[in-house]
């Protein structure tokens, strides 16, 4: 009986057409990827690098989505349910990522980028300083308020190296047949991100010091500025949510005044009539879109973690010169 079904069942598959029998044996292959759920599109990117076509990648916050403000969707439960790793920033970037997980009920293995990463950290922004004689008076510049860690590390290209490493020991982890594969992928883009950053280096390197001042809507680009010597002027703090009060904006103006600073940009679009009016009241005009929170869809100008810093670099340079 047993053997008569088999033979039924050979003969049923003979009959059908090459391509759905070459359908039904690539099915198992596809499905044997490991499911890896990425909190964001800058994350997912990095794990795509790695994994190759041995993972399945889906990040909850896609291209344009901005990971401070995300409102997940019930369909998002089921891929983390799903996943086998899941990867995340950390330091209080996403914490709507954390409760997914929570209600997801995952209890697999999760990926932190930033374990291991020494935060720029809090610092007393207040409106207030000491000269140094005791006396404590106002300051003549404003400097939004920094209430948490700094979670942006990915903006400094040797801390993205340091994310890279942690997705490789992770992917590795959690597919330990894939291993190789994913040292070797990540040995190759870490080579590519060496060479972007000496590349992103020597193009600040062609602005004078003086000129290497940008206005942003958030505070989204400290380790960028960190990096590569550039001081960066947010019109927020780290989280875009709110908006800067009347004398925060015109002491801002002010300094853009006062400094003659040319680049303006947009960082997050939500800030975008905040941006525009401080660049119409100081003389100056919003220079273009930086990339910060999230890549570009695959047809824009920022589809990828190295496109990113590209793009970003490219408008940055001519603005702070004064020529954009």
Same mark, same amino acid.
């Given at each position: 009986?047993?053997?008569?079904?088999?033979?039924?069942?050979?003969?049923?598959?003979?009959?059908?057409?090459?391509?759905?029998?070459?359908?039904?044996?690539?099915?198992?292959?596809?499905?044997?990827?490991?499911?890896?759920?990425?909190?964001?599109?800058?994350? %997912? *990117?990095? @794990?795509?690098?790695?994994?190759?076509?041995? !993972?399945?990648? $889906?990040?909850? #916050?896609? =291209?344009?989505?901005?990971?401070?403000?995300?409102?997940?969707?019930?369909?998002?439960?089921?891929?983390?349910?799903?996943?086998?790793?899941?990867?995340?920033?950390?330091?209080?970037?996403?914490?709507?990522?954390?409760?997914?997980?929570?209600?997801?009920?995952?209890?697999?293995?999760?990926?932190?980028?930033?374990?291991?990463?020494?935060?720029?950290?809090?610092?007393?922004?207040?409106?207030?300083?000491?000269? %140094? *004689?005791? @006396?404590?008076?106002?300051?003549?510049?404003? !400097?939004?308020? $920094?209430?948490? #860690?700094? =979670?942006?590390?990915?903006?400094?290209?040797?801390?993205?190296?340091?994310?890279?490493?942690?997705?490789?020991?992770?992917?590795?982890?959690?597919?330990?047949?894939?291993?190789?594969?994913?040292?070797?992928?990540?040995?190759?883009?870490?080579?590519?991100?060496?060479?972007?950053?000496?590349?992103?280096?020597?193009?600040?390197?062609?602005?004078?010091?003086?000129?290497?001042?940008?206005?942003?809507?958030?505070?989204?680009?400290?380790?960028?500025?960190?990096?590569?010597?550039?001081?960066?002027?947010?019109?927020?703090?780290?989280?875009?949510?709110?908006?800067?009060?009347?004398?925060?904006?015109?002491?801002?103006?002010?300094?853009?005044?006062?400094?003659?600073?040319?680049?303006?940009?947009?960082?997050?679009?939500?800030?975008?009539?905040?941006?525009?009016?401080?660049?119409?009241?100081?003389?100056?005009?919003?220079?273009?879109?930086?990339?910060?929170?999230?890549?570009?869809?695959?047809?824009?100008?920022?589809?990828?973690?190295?496109?990113?810093?590209?793009?970003?670099?490219?408008?940055?340079?001519?603005?702070?010169?004064?020529?954009?």
């Amino acid at each position: 009986m047993r053997r008569r079904l088999l033979l039924t069942l050979a003969a049923a598959s003979a009959a059908l057409p090459a391509a759905h029998r070459q359908v039904v044996a690539q099915t198992p292959r596809a499905d044997a990827r490991l499911p890896v759920t990425a909190s964001f599109s800058i994350l %997912g *990117d990095m @794990v795509r690098e790695v994994g190759g076509g041995r !993972v399945a990648i $889906r990040s909850i #916050a896609g =291209p344009e989505a901005d990971p401070h403000l995300f409102q997940p969707r019930p369909s998002d439960v089921q891929a983390i349910q799903e996943a086998r790793l899941v990867v995340r920033n950390g330091l209080a970037f996403e914490p709507w990522f954390d409760r997914l997980i929570r209600s997801a009920g995952y209890a697999g293995p999760v990926v932190t980028t930033t374990d291991g990463v020494q935060p720029r950290g809090m610092e007393n922004h207040e409106h207030g300083h000491d000269h %140094g *004689d005791g @006396v404590t008076r106002r300051r003549q510049h404003y !400097v939004p308020p $920094r209430q948490v #860690a700094d =979670p942006h590390c990915w903006q400094d290209l040797r801390l993205g190296q340091a994310y890279v490493r942690s997705i490789a020991s992770g992917l590795a982890a959690a597919d330990p047949a894939g291993a190789d594969l994913y040292r070797r992928n990540a040995d190759a883009y870490l080579q590519r991100l060496a060479a972007l950053d000496g590349w992103v280096r020597a193009q600040i390197a062609t602005v004078p010091p003086a000129r290497r001042k940008v206005v942003t809507s958030h505070d989204a680009l400290g380790y960028f500025g960190d990096a590569y010597g550039v001081r960066f002027l947010p019109a927020q703090g780290i989280m875009p949510e709110g908006q800067p009060s009347a004398a925060q904006v015109a002491a801002l103006i002010r300094q853009v005044r006062a400094e003659g600073i040319t680049a303006v940009f947009l960082d997050a679009p939500g800030s975008a009539p905040v941006l525009r009016r401080l660049a119409e009241e100081a003389g100056v005009r919003v220079s273009g879109r930086l990339y910060a929170d999230a890549l570009s869809p695959p047809d824009g100008p920022a589809p990828n973690y190295e496109a990113m810093f590209r793009h970003n670099v490219g408008l940055l340079v001519p603005a702070m010169r004064g020529n954009a």
